[in-house]
């Protein structure tokens, strides 16, 4: 089962911030939030992680609450190209490694 | 440096056949994990390999499914007497360490195989 929950669609205007938010209320001290997205019925491309602190790469921001129960995504300039299915997933230690749990995502539409 | 590359890209089968998909990790990757997702769906867990070691088949179903990631060679995820449930896409992802290694590298995802049964 999903540990986040995320709304299911958002729109935004091209060339706005587009604010993606997520809950991760039972998330635990050691484990990482990550956002992938995918394009398309393309395979998910990774985006940013995070664990307790502000993250910033070249195609994203991730603001994470104190308490860490949730985090929000923030695509500075959203282009056409940035429509997609978004997914925030909580990465649980499993068997020597990690598994991902995929929720159902939220479909940002950008419009022109 | 290529990515994670899986084939075939659409596969169709008649209700009944085997289907077989495979995936090439990333260069150096040792871990390989398999995602199904069927149409508006999110992506579910199927199983999770190293080489030549199933470590987790939690999400694969327990009949007519199977894994397997040889010494040699690409990891294969066969499907045998394909029903039309089992039309969907799926995935193939690979990471470079575990959980050992204290790391937080992601998973780079291949652009999956589309199973059609007819």
């Known amino acids: 089962d999903a540990k986040t929950t995320q709304p ?11 604010n993606l938010p997520c809950n991760h209320s039972t998330i635990s001290g050691n484990e990482y939030v990550y956002w992938y997205r995918q394009i398309h019925s393309q395979g998910p ?15 994203a921001s991730l603001i994470i609450t104190e308490d860490r129960k949730s985090s929000t995504l923030i695509l ?9 299915v978004y997914y925030c997933i909580v990465r649980v230690p499993n068997s020597g490694t990690y598994k991902y749990i995929f929720g159902t995502g939220t479909r940002l539409k950008v419009l022109a | 440096n290529a990515g994670v590359m899986q084939n075939p890209r ?11 998909l495979r995936c090439s990790p ?6 390989v994990y398999w995602y199904r997702q069927l149409p508006e769906e999110g992506l579910k867990f199927m199983v999770y390999l190293q080489k030549e070691n199933i470590i ?5 179903p327990k009949e ?8 040699e060679g690409p990891s294969i995820l066969r499907i045998q007497q394909v029903v039309r449930g089992d039309s ?8 470079l360490t575990g959980i050992s290694a204290g790391t937080t590298d992601g998973y780079t995802f291949g652009s999956g195989t589309r199973l059609t049964v007819v």
């Open chain 1, 8 to 18: 299911p669609s958002m729109d935004c205007a091209e060339g706005r911030a587009a």
């Open chain 2, 26 to 31: 990333m260069k150096g990757h040792s871990h």
């Open chain 2, 64 to 71: 007519r499914f199977s894994a397997e990631f040889p010494k």
């Open chain 1, 76 to 84: 500075p300039h959203a282009t056409l190209r940035d429509t997609a």
């Open chain 2, 88 to 95: 969907a896409a799926y995935f193939c992802a690979s990471s």
């Open chain 1, 45 to 59: 491309q990774y985006i940013i992680h995070g664990l307790k602190n502000n993250e910033t790469n070249e195609m």
């Open chain 2, 56 to 60: 987790d088949e939690s999400g694969m």
């Open chain 2, 10 to 20: 659409h596969l169709v089968r008649r209700r009944g056949q085997e289907a077989r």
